[in-house]
């Protein structure tokens, strides 16, 4: 995907994206290569971390089971 740096606000860069530019986004400027100014085209990758998504379920779901075992002898939301 590509974006234009439409302007820069104090430490936010204004992208525009999309097939006629409307749609906008405020990034960091730390979180561009260094030295980007107005009307510099960047080409935007996002990629999803397979690994690191069926890790954090996994997370979530064993937080959520050690909260239903706290509560099994305790009226609450986990009771069945």
């Not at 979530?60 to 986990?78: A, V």
């Amino acid at each position: 995907m590509k974006a234009v740096i439409d302007r820069i606000e104090g430490e936010l860069a204004v992208l525009l994206m999309g097939e006629d530019g409307s749609v906008k986004a405020n990034v960091p400027l730390i979180l561009l290569p260094e030295g980007c100014r107005e009307g510099d085209v960047l080409d935007i990758a996002i990629r999803k971390d397979e690994k690191a998504t069926v890790e954090a379920k996994d997370r979530s779901k064993s937080l959520i089971e050690k909260l239903k075992r706290k509560g099994q002898d305790k009226e609450g939301i986990f009771q069945n």
